[in-house]
Nanobody, 123 residues
């Protein structure tokens, strides 16, 4: 059974950091495309960062998070992380991880989703 479980969200002040975790079971993250998405209240879901399978450590980032967020993959623990630094109030959203068996370009391409974790950036 494929499962993705996010953790690490919370309340943080502007300029602070959080590390989100996405623990996978039922498949191997190394062989899947993995994406981190977020959805703010009243807004559409957007992809923050992603790995495509076979790309090694090559990752893509939403322009607004480049230089602040870093996606990484721990194959031994079958977990994907999103390190978020210099957080801004506009980063407030529910963050989701998702997995796809093939190259994924949009949310609809992903096969599996976690339940989400809330990130709130506020003073």
């Amino acid at each position: 059974q494929v499962q993705l479980v996010e953790s690490g969200g919370g309340l943080v002040q502007p300029g602070g950091s959080l590390r989100l975790s996405c623990a996978a079971s039922g498949f191997t993250v190394e062989n899947y495309a993995i994406g981190w998405f977020r959805q703010a209240s009243g807004k559409e879901r957007e992809r923050v960062s992603c790995f495509n399978s076979g790309d090694g450590d090559n990752a893509n980032y939403l322009n607004s998070v480049k230089g602040r967020f870093t996606i990484s993959r721990d194959n031994a623990n079958n977990t994907v992380y999103l390190q978020m630094n210099s957080l801004k109030p506009e980063d407030t959203a529910v963050y989701y991880c998702a997995a796809s068996q093939s190259v994924a370009r949009r949310a609809g391409d992903y096969d599996y989703w976690g339940q989400g974790t809330q990130v709130t950036v506020s003073s």
